[in-house]
């Protein structure tokens, strides 16, 4: 069975930049298990498909487009940004949804 394709926003990947690699390592090896069964790890938000997993007080938010085997991990957030984070990416949820299937079909 193939597992999940995983992407990255270009904040997403702005913010894994600046972390020190122990983390890094940290968010690589949870990007692993989303490829292997993202509705499997990490904690809902409302949505099976938008998630969260949690690494000592940072947050990561993800989208789970199980039609096309395909997560967007989307960014980070602290305890205290949270609210805002998750409000703006549902706010955005169609530009991800258009950005996603930009990569995957070149349109």
Do not use: C
Not at 32 to 49: C, D, I, M, R, Y
């Amino acid at each position: 069975m193939q597992g999940y394709r995983i992407f990255r926003t270009a904040s997403f990947e702005l913010d894994f930049q600046k972390m020190d690699s122990f983390h890094q390592t940290r968010v690589e090896q949870f990007m692993h298990q989303l490829n292997e069964s993202a509705l499997a790890v990490g904690k809902p938000l409302g949505f099976t498909w938008f998630r969260e997993k949690k690494f000592n007080g940072s947050r990561m938010y993800y989208l789970v487009y199980e039609e096309w085997k395909a997560v967007l991990a989307v960014g980070f957030s602290d305890k205290k940004d949270q609210p805002k984070i998750i409000t703006a990416i549902r706010i955005n949820l169609h530009v991800y949804r258009q950005y996603m299937h930009g990569l995957l079909f070149g349109e």
